[in-house]
C-alpha cells in the first residue's frame, strides 16, 4: 500500500510540472500582447 | 599547409611569452592550484584506508576546477585589446587561432597539474599500485578533453552576458564522458584493482571526436555575428 | 488553423484520460511490483518524447549551421547514410550484429527513417522557422525530461529501495542529456541574438556527439562496480504494451501542442522585437504605419 504513494506522487509531480510550464508560456504571451498593444498605439 | 602550422606556431610561441612576461597571472593560477589541494585535504581525510579509491576523484576535480580558472583568463586578454577583431579581419584560417590557443592553454594547464600533483602525492601519501606509466596517457588524453573543448567554450563565452559562469555552464555537461574516463582510469591504476585500458581508449575517442568537431566550428563560431 | 487548436486540444485532453484510465485501472498488476510499476506509463513516454525533441532539436541545428555554406552537401550524406544503413543490414555479416528479436527489415527501415525525418524537418521550416523550432524543441524537451528524472527516482525508490543507481544507464545518460539542454537554453538567455543562434546550434552538435561517449563510458562503469538487483527484463504483457503506446500517443499530442504554442510565442517574439528595433530606427510614427503582419493572429 506504501508503495502506492509513490504511483500518485509521480502522476501529480508530472502534471504539476506541466502546468508549471504552461503557466510560464500564458504569462510570456500576456506579456507579448501586452507590448503589442503598446506599439500598436504608437508610444 | 605550411603557413597553417606556422601560423599556429608563431601564436603559440606569443601566448607563452606574453605569458610568461606578465607572471602574475601564473602565480596567482598555482596559488590557487595549492590552495585547492589544501583545501581537499582538509576535506577529505588522506590517512583513511579508501583513500587510494577517491583520490583519482580529487585529484581531477582540482585539476577541472584549475583548468576553468586558467581557460577564463587566456581569452580575456584577447578581448582586451581587442586581438579577437583583429583575427576575424585577418585571412589568416580560424583554426591556427584556435589550434594555438588550446595547445598554449594544454601548456599551461600542463604546469598546474605538475605543480599539484606533488602535493597530492605527499599529502596523501600515494603508492601506486597498479602500472605507473599509464598515467600519463591518461593525463595527457584527460588534459587535452579538458582543455580543447575549455578553449572553444571559452570562445563561445566571449560574447555571452555572463562570460565566467558561462564557461563552466557549458563545459561540465559535455565532459561527463571523459572527467568519468580519467577519474576511473586514475582509479585504477592507483589501485591495481582493474586495468586502466578501456579508460584510455575512450579518452582517444573523446579526443578525436571533440578535436574535429571543434576545428570544424570553430571558424562558425569566430565569424558569427 | 485558428480552430485547429481547440478541436486538437479537445482530442488531446480525452486521448489523455482515456490513457491514464488504461493505465490505472485497465492494465493489469505487475506480479513482481504490483501497482507501483504503473508509473512507466507516464515515464516512459515522457522520455520517448523527450528524446524525440531533442532529435528534432539535433537536426534543426544542424540545418541551421549548414543552410549557408554546406547544405547541399549535408543533405547528400545525409541520404548516403540512409541508404549506406539500408544496403547494410541486408548483408550477412551485419545481420549477425543485430540482436534476436529485431527483424532486419525493422532496422532497415529505421535507417530510411534518418534521412526521411532530417528531408522533413527542412522543408517544413526554412531560414527563420530553423532556430525557432530549435528553441522550441529544447525547451520543451527540457520540461519532459525533467519529468523522467523526477518520475523515476521515485519508481527507484519502492523497488529498488535506492533512489539513485549510479550505473543506471538510461537516467544517467538522461540526467546528462538535460544538463546539456539546460546549458543549452542558458546560453540562449545570456547571449546577444545575432549570434545565439549559430552559437546554440553548434552547441547541440557537441551535445550530439558527447551521447554516445556517455553511454559508452557509463556502460563500462556498470561492468566494474556492482549494480543493485534489478528484476525483471523479459518481455512485456501485451496488454501493457498497448497502454504503454497509448499513453504514448496521448503525450505525443500533447507535447504537440505546447510546441505549437511555444512555437507560436517565439515567432511572435522576434516580431515584437522587429518593430521596437524599427520603431528606433525610423521613428514612432512611420513604423506604426509599417505592417505587422502576423500581429492580428496573434490570439
Known sequence: ?43 | ?225 | MKRLFPILSIITAVLLAYALRQALVVAPTDALQGDVYRIIYYHVPSAWTAFLLFSINFVASIQYLARAKAEKLVKWIVIAIGVAGVIATFLPPVQQQIPAGMRPSAVATTFLMIPAFYLLIGWLFRGEKLDILAVTSAEVGVVFCTIVLVTGPIWARPVWGIWWAPGDIRLTLTLVLWLIYVSYLVLRRFSNSAQTQILAAALAVFGALDVPLVYLSIWFFRTQHPQPVIGGGGSMDPRMWHTLLISWLAFLCFGFLICWSRFRLETLHREVEHAHAMESLIGAEASAKASMPLSRSAK
Open chain 2, 1 to 225: 599547409m605550411n603557413s597553417f602550422w606556422g601560423l599556429t606556431l608563431a601564436t603559440l610561441v606569443k601566448d607563452i611569452r606574453l605569458e610568461w612576461r606578465s607572471k602574475d597571472a601564473l602565480n596567482s593560477m598555482l596559488f590557487f592550484s595549492l590552495l585547492v589541494v589544501v583545501i581537499f585535504v582538509f576535506s577529505f581525510d588522506p590517512l583513511a584506508e579508501e583513500s587510494r579509491h577517491i583520490v583519482g576523484g580529487l585529484v581531477w576535480v582540482a585539476f577541472l576546477f584549475a583548468a576553468v580558472v586558467a581557460l577564463n583568463q587566456t581569452w580575456a586578454r584577447e578581448l582586451r585589446n581587442q586581438v579577437l577583431d583583429a583575427y576575424r579581419v585577418s585571412p589568416a584560417p580560424a583554426n591556427a587561432l584556435f589550434l594555438a590557443k588550446s595547445l598554449g592553454n594544454f601548456v599551461f594547464v600542463s604546469i598546474l597539474e605538475a605543480l599539484m600533483t606533488p602535493l597530492f602525492i605527499i599529502f596523501y601519501n600515494l603508492h601506486v599500485l597498479g602500472p605507473a606509466w599509464q598515467l600519463i596517457p591518461v593525463a595527457l588524453l584527460g588534459t587535452w578533453a579538458l582543455v580543447v573543448n575549455g578553449t572553444f567554450f571559452a570562445a563561445m563565452s566571449l560574447r555571452t552576458r555572463n562570460r565566467e559562469i558561462m564557461l563552466p555552464l557549458l563545459l561540465f555537461p559535455i565532459s561527463i564522458p571523459a572527467v568519468l574516463g580519467m577519474v576511473a582510469g586514475t582509479t585504477a591504476i592507483l589501485t591495481g584493482e582493474n586495468s586502466a585500458h578501456f579508460y584510455i581508449v575512450l579518452l582517444l575517442t573523446y579526443d578525436v571526436v571533440f578535436t574535429t568537431a571543434c576545428l570544424a566550428l570553430f571558424g562558425t563560431i569566430l565569424h558569427a555575428e
Open chain 1, 1 to 43: 500500500m506504501n508503495a502506492v504513494k509513490f504511483l500518485f506522487a509521480a502522476y501529480i509531480a508530472t502534471w504539476v510540472i506541466h502546468c508549471f510550464y504552461i503557466g510560464t508560456l500564458v504569462t510570456r504571451f500576456r506579456r507579448l500582447r501586452q507590448q503589442l498593444k503598446e506599439l500598436g498605439k504608437g508610444k
